[in-house]
């Protein structure tokens, strides 16, 4: 049985107060990126049932002043635009219903100016950084946007398995060693686009439950450290594939709650660490998809309330062949 | 996003006096930042935005945004550049790249940023990047943005010497061995080796596969013998299985293979008796011989024995292991 006890009253003021700490340095310094900030902020706080807190019209205000006249959207207002936090945005304004704000076009030919037809890759930015992460934010948003015929579905699901490795997991571009974070993006995007089918679900379900170490929490890659979000990123896959069951379920619960900090609230990548707005949701993500905690249940595809994906016709329940 | 940043206790006192500073620092910081992106509004391409850029990027060197606003300074001026100065300038920005990545050797827009440079000189020079990231693969050995570019470098050489691929993939094979040696838990040169053996292989006749296949038991049996607790070799060896399997069709010949593998491993149980990776390897020998000839009695007794041992040893993966027979 577990010591620790969930601390919901504390994470959620932890979030609530992410803005007010202007007299720390972090906070300028993550300026660039607040746009996924208020991602994770809100995403968790919808997950612990406070769906209005960071208030409504405030952040679709705040979105809106992130996106440039191309479509895409930068980390905060005259930061240029990029995938990552393209994403981002539209995962706050589907949580806020407020999709009627932006013209989704726009955001579509963002996209589509980053596909790279010849190997079926996504750029991150007009800069030219290949990576399977954004073919995952490409993916991802366009299902979200409902626009997945607006690309060449065949190719970028050929370019992922490119991405493959002989241990079953996905590495960032073709010949890159398999990583957790990479592996969720993968087997996200394949999911998304339905096409499971073409991975060995054993194979990977083993490399991903040998990411669970001793104490419970999992590594994102062979010998390096237990991490919250690497435990995001692995449990997510594993529910993916419909092999949640083989890890230790309980032992993983031990680990996130042992990284939240009892005092301020916000949960750490591990045990005496640091919290951040970044691990506080991907360890309550995680708790959700575990079960625990009577927190709402979250989609291990979209990172988003499960609620949410359904209403929209996007959520699909893992199969286990 | 932060890692590995401890949380400290401090007096009031102390917190204080750290608050005063950080004010100070904040200050600095927000004047510095909101120079240089009033300069980008301004379309300022100068030497002083330029030289800003710097003190910005030393200090927060994830500000992708003053990057790209780096780049586009440079971009503007290299139209009237003679291909020396480019390439100086280029030149200029691999230090830069140098002074910072020292600090911050997981951040992905510095790696982007030699990249450009590299891509944008004129006469880039690929044999010293790969000495450099030799280099920084010897500071770090896992870093994937090293191995990443390492793979990208090859490529490079590659692409210019067609002629010589097979050497260079050989000699890169080399480089796998020698860092496979220094630590046999180096996953990310184990995965590099397999990357090359998959492109070396097919150019071999059936005897030099053979010989590479056997050279290849050899390093991955002393790895496994030293570490059987790691899975760097394990999945080395399964594959190696796979590869040695596929060279015949004759079924004498497949299960020679897995019968000399099992005795291996059966040793290498002896030794570690309570080695989860060395059961659970042993248990997919047997899984793999199943899949040639049907197992006999006997057989299906040793692994029964072999999944009731390892559902005792390893809990946390009770749930795979039921899958496994
Ligand atoms: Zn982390």
Not at chain 2, 8 to 31: C, G, H, N, S, W
Request: charged share 25%; proline share 4%.
């Amino acid at each position: 049985m577990s010591n620790h006890q969930f601390l919901r009253n504390l994470h959620i003021q932890f979030i609530e107060q992410l803005d007010k700490k202007q007299d720390a340095l972090e906070y300028w310094y993550s300026e660039h990126l607040r746009l996924s900030g208020v991602y994770w902020g809100l995403t968790a706080l919808q997950l612990m049932g406070c769906p209005d807190l960071l208030g409504r019209d405030a952040v679709i205000k705040y979105v809106l002043s992130c996106q440039h006249p191309n479509g895409g959207f930068g980390g905060h207002p005259d930061h240029d635009p990029h995938l990552l936090y393209t994403l981002s945005a539209i995962q706050i304004l589907l949580m806020y219903d407020a999709m009627d704000h932006i013209n989704t076009y726009a955001v579509v030919s963002f996209i589509q100016s980053l596909y790279d037809k010849d190997t079926g890759s996504f750029k991150g930015d007009r800069w030219g950084e290949i990576d399977t992460r954004f073919s995952y934010c490409a993916v991802a948003c366009l299902s979200l946007l409902q626009a997945l015929d607006s690309i060449d579905l065949p190719r970028v699901v050929e370019f992922i398995l490119a991405c493959r490795n002989v241990d079953g997991g996905f590495g960032s571009k073709p010949g890159a060693e398999s990583h957790a974070g990479q592996v969720f993006c993968c087997v996200g995007a394949l999911a998304i686009v339905r096409q499971l089918d073409s991975i060995d679900r054993d194979l990977l379900g083993t490399w991903l439950a040998n990411r669970q170490l001793k104490n419970g929490g999992l590594n994102g890659r062979p010998q390096k450290l237990e991490d919250v979000c690497y435990s995001w990123w692995v449990l997510s896959s594993l529910s993916i594939i419909g092999r949640q069951h083989w890890i230790d379920r309980a032992k993983l619960r031990d680990f996130i709650l042992s990284s939240q900090d009892p005092e301020t609230g916000g949960i750490a990548d591990r045990a005496g660490d640091v919290p951040d707005v970044f691990h506080t949701l991907f360890g309550i993500a995680g708790l959700s998809l575990l079960g625990y905690e009577d927190l709402e249940p979250v989609d291990p595809m979209y990172c988003l309330p499960l609620k949410l994906t359904e209403q929209l016709g996007l959520h699909s329940e893992p199969g286990s062949k | 996003m932060s890692h590995g940043v401890r949380r400290v206790k401090t007096t009031a006192e102390v917190q204080l006096l750290k608050k005063q500073k950080e004010a100070k620092l904040i200050d600095e910081y927000r004047q510095l930042t909101s120079a240089v992106f009033q300069k980008r509004k301004d379309l300022c391409y100068d030497d002083e935005s330029f030289q800003l850029t710097t003190r910005l990027l030393r200090n927060n060197p994830e500000l992708y945004t003053v990057w790209n606003y780096r780049r586009e300074i440079l971009l503007s001026r290299f139209d009237s550049c003679s291909e020396a100065e480019v390439t100086e300038a280029c030149q200029a920005e691999l230090d830069f790249f140098m002074e910072v990545i020292r600090f911050n050797p997981k951040c992905y827009w510095i790696w982007n940023h030699r990249l450009w440079a590299l891509s944008t000189t004129p006469s880039p020079n690929w044999d010293m990047e790969l000495r450099l990231v030799g280099k920084m693969l010897e500071l770090d050995s896992r870093n994937f943005h090293g191995w990443d570019y390492r793979r990208y470098v090859i490529d490079k050489i590659c692409s210019v010497q067609p002629e010589n691929i097979l050497a260079i993939n050989t000699r890169e094979f080399d480089y796998t061995t020698q860092k496979i040696m220094e630590n046999f838990s180096n996953f990310s040169a184990w995965h590099n080796r397999l990357k090359l053996l998959e492109m070396i292989l097919p150019g071999k006749t059936l005897e030099e596969r053979r010989a590479l296949i056997a050279n290849e038991f050899e390093l991955v049996q002393s790895a496994l013998f030293t570490e059987p607790q790691d899975e760097c070799g394990w999945l080395h060896w399964r594959w190696l299985i796979e590869q040695e399997i596929s060279l015949t069709e004759a079924i004498s010949e497949q299960l020679a293979t897995v019968v000399r593998e099992t005795d291996t491993i059966a040793e290498l149980l002896e030794l570690a008796p309570d080695g989860k990776l060395v059961l659970r390897n042993i248990i997919l020998l047997y899984r793999i011989k199943h899949g040639i000839e049907p197992l006999n009695a006997v057989d299906r007794a040793k692994v029964g024995q072999y999944v009731q041992r390892l559902a005792e040893l390893d809990p946390l993966r009770v749930g795979l292991d039921e899958k496994w027979w």
